[in-house]
T-cell receptor, first 116, second 113 residues
Framework: GDSVTQMEGPVTLSEEAFLTINCTYT??????LFWYVQYPGEGLQLLLK?????DKGSNKGFEATYRKETTSFHLEKGSVQVSDSAVYFC???????????????FGTGTRLQVTL | DTAVSQTPKYLVTQMGNDKSIKCEQN?????MYWYKQDSKKFLKIMFS???????INETVPNRFSPKSPDKAHLNLHINSLELGDSAVYFC????????????FGNGTRLTVT
């Protein structure tokens, strides 16, 4: 079945450090890929997405490129801030016909802790 | 301005009780979901409704019964609560266009004692 594998956390970085959170996937078709972020006590928020190979999603300084050849969608940010401390989830969904649900498959999440 | 709202935010109850969690979205979406997040933060889909019709029903005990009175609401009723039901339950919604991103509520933390 479809699955998403993320690097184990927690990831602890100093402010302004470079961030990479690895994500690889297994899917039977051509998935759309997402990164969601969960701040403490809140629900998940969409951070960025990519819907086809070689697409780059970006938002708030975060980037991820859909790499079909390596089945990866690694999340990167050049300079993290304390406010980026959260749990980050990689997810995929396979295309379904209009009028049906987006059945997201999530990775296990990676906790990021940024310190001063 | 809350897009997806759930109530209650916290729910503490004893084993064997019956409880409900309510969810409402004002985004005009036609698809709504319930996800369960366990203590290790793992998220798993439970149910999904599209235009009030159940379209995803994962292997969830039949003690869990979703109800969608209209497109903007999806409630979750749980009978005979068990210790293992303790988790955070998230409601979400999306446009029913196949790979649309989900918008999540802030979760309901259920603790069964």
């Amino acid at each position: 079945g479809d699955s998403v594998t993320q690097m184990e956390g927690p990831v602890t970085l100093s402010e302004e450090a470079f961030l990479t959170i690895n994500c690889t996937y297994t899917a039977t078709g051509y998935p759309s890929l997402f990164w969601y972020v969960q701040y403490p006590g809140e629900g998940l928020q969409l951070l960025l997405k990519a819907t086809k190979a070689d697409d780059k999603g970006s938002n708030k300084g975060f980037e991820a490129t859909y790499r079909k050849e390596t089945t990866s969608f690694h999340l990167e940010k050049g300079s993290v801030q304390v406010s980026d401390s959260a749990v980050y989830f990689c997810a995929l969904t396979l295309y379904r016909a209009t009028g049906t649900a987006s059945k997201l498959t999530f990775g296990t999440g990676t906790r990021l802790q940024v310190t001063l | 301005d809350t897009a997806v709202s759930q109530t209650p935010k916290y729910l503490v109850t004893q084993m064997g009780n019956d409880k409900s969690i309510k969810c409402e979205q004002n985004l005009g979406h036609d698809t709504m979901y319930w996800y369960k997040q366990d203590s290790k933060k793992f998220l798993k889909i439970m149910f999904s409704y599209n235009n009030k019709e159940l379209i995803i029903n994962e292997t969830v005990p039949n003690r869990f019964s979703p109800k969608s009175p209209d497109k903007a609401h999806l409630n979750l009723h749980i009978n005979s609560l068990e210790l293992g039901d303790s988790a955070v339950y998230f409601c979400a919604s999306s446009h029913g266009t196949g790979n649309s991103p989900l918008h999540f509520g802030n979760g309901t933390r259920l603790t069964v004692t």
